[in-house]
């Protein structure tokens, strides 16, 4: 593993770890701060490829501008999804896990629009997930109905949260085929992707500027704390986590990009489900979420299946033939 490659690792550790931690320390403050969590990562990350992909615009995109229309639909449905269930008591880690379960989603897509058909292997390994996922959404619920203050209504809108999840989980597998179709017909072009993608939302999010901006004065009246070094600066607590999760977005994104460039698949698969994993154990430990042992049996079945669905013990038999050949 090069330099390149070697770096990238450590920043989508440090990246995706981190954007998590902030993600949680704004849900802590404010649940309904989703909408104005996104449209600032869009927003940040859109800026960026205006600078230096598309050069002030000067640059002519490779792919046809219709053809990203469609994903960007998608793509922004999925993003305002994931965050916005978390306004509907759906846990940290149960949205992590959640997340986590994407094959389910790919394999019924794979079946359904692409007639895929898969080993016995993938098949018993998308039913670990799935039933991973079923026990520590019930799990979840009965912690949730348990916590003090609530209530009956509070139970009434989990299932909000979980049915935007799984929505957003199936529209990011069929948005993941259609990407293929585009890079299949006009090549590869990442990075004119995130740009697009992030770029062309921004308009949607004038329908929810009313909520945006609720969340964003909530977030100027938080507790001001002092800058680091500069002690006579204060600024409100949830400006600076919203500041924090968007750099580390960004970061996140960018060295996942990197690493399908210059790393394996196997390598790609190992560090995202190790970071998923080590981000779920800080989540329970550091902000002393709820997690009984049916949760852990649960995580390890997701886990476990994604890992098994990746077929890596196959991947390093495959890999190391392909070194003895070469030998």
């Known amino acids: ?54 050069r002030f615009l000067t640059v002519k995109p490779k792919v046809p501008f219709t053809a990203w229309l469609t994903l960007v639909v998608m793509f922004f449905l999925v993003s305002v999804s994931n965050n916005y269930a978390l ?31 898969y080993t016995p292997t993938k098949y018993v390994s998308v039913m670990m997930i799935t039933a991973g996922i079923v026990v520590c959404t019930i799990m979840s619920a009965k912690a949730s109905s348990t916590e003090d203050g609530a209530g009956e209504e509070d139970m009434l809108w989990l299932p909000v949260g979980v049915f935007l999840l799984t929505f957003a989980l199936v529209l990011s597998a069929r948005m993941g085929i259609y990407q293929e179709v585009i890079y299949g017909k006009h090549g590869k072009h990442p990075k004119e992707a995130l740009f697009y993608s992030h770029a062309l939302p921004l308009p949607g999010f004038l329908l929810l500027f009313s909520d945006i901006s609720h969340h964003w004065s909530l977030a100027l009246a938080s507790t001001p704390v002092s800058l680091p070094l500069l002690h006579s600066i204060q600024v409100p607590v949830m400006l600076l986590y919203l500041l924090g999760n968007v750099v580390t977005q960004y970061v996140c994104i960018s060295s996942v990009f990197v690493l399908t460039t210059e790393c394996a698949s196997l390598t790609v698969t190992l560090v995202v489900t190790l970071r998923k994993f080590l981000s779920l154990i800080f989540s329970i430990v550091y902000f002393k979420n709820p997690f009984t042992v049916f949760h852990w049996l649960g995580t390890g079945l997701v886990f476990g299946g994604t ?16 070194k003895e050949k070469k030998i």
């Open 307 to 322: 890992l098994m669905f990746s077929d890596i013990p196959g991947m390093i038999r495959a890999s190391r033939e392909q």
């Open 87 to 117: 306004n509907f008591n759906i846990p940290m880690p149960l949205h992590m896990i959640f997340r986590a379960g994407s094959l389910i989603a790919n394999m019924l897509m794979g079946i359904v629009l692409l007639g895929k058909r």
């Open 1 to 54: 593993m090069n330099v390149k490659a070697q770096l990238a690792v450590l920043m989508v550790f440090i990246g995706c770890g981190s954007n998590v931690i902030f993600l949680e320390l704004m849900i802590n403050e404010d649940p309904g701060s989703g909408n104005l969590i996104t449209f600032s990562q869009f927003l940040v990350i859109a800026l960026e490829g205006f600078i230096v992909t598309t």
